[in-house]
């Protein structure tokens, strides 16, 4: 997305460069990776039309001459969580509120509104100011529109509020500009050239879980979690870049490990492909991808996967 910025110096007078943290909460599949990913202009958090595809809270960086936003895409909140997994995807999210110069409140326009929405609880507890982002403004009426804010104002907090598409990037240039307005005075706290916090072995380990959950059905996403076993640059015999990656998908059940390989090893290897293609266009390199799967029993309740696959 192109920067557009009003923070242009008047009449030659020297620009303050503005820092801060931006972080992005709100239900499961509200628009919050497609959001942070049109905002930094780079493809930072995986998407999928299924709920609680993120499952980590991912940092995207916006530098520019005069300022540096540092946005937090967050799991979308659990309202009963099933798994000590859950609990600590509601803790990442629950640990914005406390590192945050402003809060983005993503909500869906096509969603019902819901009385019991466990954001209102976390967000009472927030000293940042809330900007509420509506999605998916090209899918409702304008009454919609209204209807939505006034709802939500009448229950929290909210600063102000803009109607976007994340999807299509309508509006997101203008909220660029209202995040601007609450960002404060400070430092450079990342490299300009830098982009997130994250090494690539976890995108990496992203992508194929995002090939998972668009190859397969049911509750087999929601059962496999990647881990990557090796991560080795070198080069081909012609001198071009190779990175060659082992990753292990773990399953819960035997049945499910049958699924992920299908018949013959069909689906495995259909998705090895596919999971190549990706971290080939995302590390700019030819790729050998080594894939094979195990099951670990009760993996999202057991705190040492748990901290193996870096949710602690």
Same mark, same amino acid.
């Given at each position: 997305?192109?920067?557009?910025t009003?923070?242009?110096?008047?009449?030659?007078?020297?620009?303050?460069?503005? $820092?801060?943290?931006?972080?992005? +909460?709100?239900? !499961?599949?509200?628009?919050?990776?497609?959001? /942070? &990913?049109?905002? #930094?202009?780079?493809?930072?958090?995986?998407?999928?039309?299924?709920?609680q595809?993120?499952?980590?809270?991912?940092?995207?960086?916006?530098?520019?001459?005069?300022?540096?936003?540092?946005? $937090?895409?967050?799991?979308?909140? +659990?309202?009963? !969580?099933?798994?000590?997994?859950?609990?600590? /995807? &509601?803790?990442? #999210?629950?640990?914005?509120?406390?590192?945050?110069?402003?809060?983005?409140?993503?909500?869906?326009?096509?969603?019902?509104?819901?009385?019991?929405?466990?954001?209102?609880?976390?967000?009472?507890?927030?000293?940042?100011?809330?900007?509420?982002?509506?999605?998916?403004?090209?899918?409702?009426?304008e009454?919609?529109?209204?209807?939505?804010?006034?709802?939500?104002?009448?229950?929290?907090?909210?600063?102000?509020?803009?109607?976007?598409?994340?999807?299509s990037?309508?509006?997101?240039?203008?909220?660029?500009?209202?995040?601007l307005?609450?960002?404060?005075?400070?430092?450079?706290?990342?490299?300009?050239?830098?982009?997130?916090?994250?090494?690539?072995?976890?995108?990496?380990?992203?992508?194929?879980?995002?090939?998972?959950?668009?190859?397969?059905?049911?509750?087999?996403p929601?059962?496999?979690?990647?881990?990557?076993?090796s991560?080795?640059e070198?080069?081909t015999?012609?001198?071009?870049?190779?990175?060659?990656?082992?990753?292990?998908?773990?399953?819960?059940?035997?049945?499910?490990?049958?699924?992920?390989?299908?018949?013959?090893?069909?689906?495995?290897?259909?998705?090895?492909?596919?999971?190549?293609?990706?971290?080939?266009?995302?590390?700019?390199?030819?790729?050998?991808?080594?894939?094979?799967?195990k099951?670990?029993?009760?993996?999202?309740?057991?705190e040492?996967?748990?901290?193996?696959?870096?949710?602690?």
């Amino acid at each position: 997305m192109p920067i557009q910025t009003n923070t242009e110096a008047l009449a030659g007078e020297p620009v303050p460069f503005r $820092s801060g943290f931006v972080n992005i +909460v709100g239900r !499961p599949n509200a628009g919050k990776s497609t959001l /942070m &990913n049109a905002l #930094v202009g780079e493809r930072m958090s995986i998407i999928t039309h299924k709920p609680q595809t993120t499952r980590h809270r991912i940092i995207g960086i916006l530098s520019h001459e005069h300022f540096q936003v540092i946005f $937090s895409d967050t799991p979308g909140y +659990v309202r009963d !969580p099933a798994y000590k997994m859950h609990q600590a /995807m &509601n803790r990442f #999210v629950e640990g914005t509120l406390e590192d945050a110069d402003l809060l983005l409140l993503v909500f869906d326009l096509t969603e019902e509104l819901e009385e019991t929405n466990p954001v209102f609880t976390m967000l009472a507890a927030a000293e940042a100011p809330v900007l509420l982002v509506l999605n998916k403004m090209d899918l409702v009426k304008e009454q919609r529109i209204q209807d939505v804010y006034h709802w939500w104002a009448k229950r929290i907090r909210i600063a102000d509020f803009i109607a976007i598409s994340a999807l299509s990037g309508e509006n997101t240039a203008e909220l660029l500009q209202k995040i601007l307005t609450y960002i404060p005075q400070g430092p450079v706290y990342y490299p300009p050239d830098q982009l997130t916090d994250r090494p690539e072995r976890f995108f990496v380990s992203e992508i194929i879980r995002e090939k998972i959950f668009l190859l397969y059905a049911e509750e087999i996403p929601y059962s496999c979690e990647v881990g990557i076993e090796s991560y080795q640059e070198t080069v081909t015999k012609t001198g071009e870049p190779l990175v060659r990656i082992q990753a292990t998908i773990y399953v819960l059940r035997e049945t499910q490990k049958g699924i992920i390989l299908g018949k013959g090893g069909a689906a495995i290897k259909k998705l090895g492909m596919v999971a190549r293609m990706a971290i080939e266009t995302f590390l700019q390199s030819k790729v050998f991808l080594e894939t094979s799967v195990k099951v670990r029993n009760n993996w999202r309740d057991d705190e040492r996967m748990l901290q193996q696959f870096g949710y602690k």
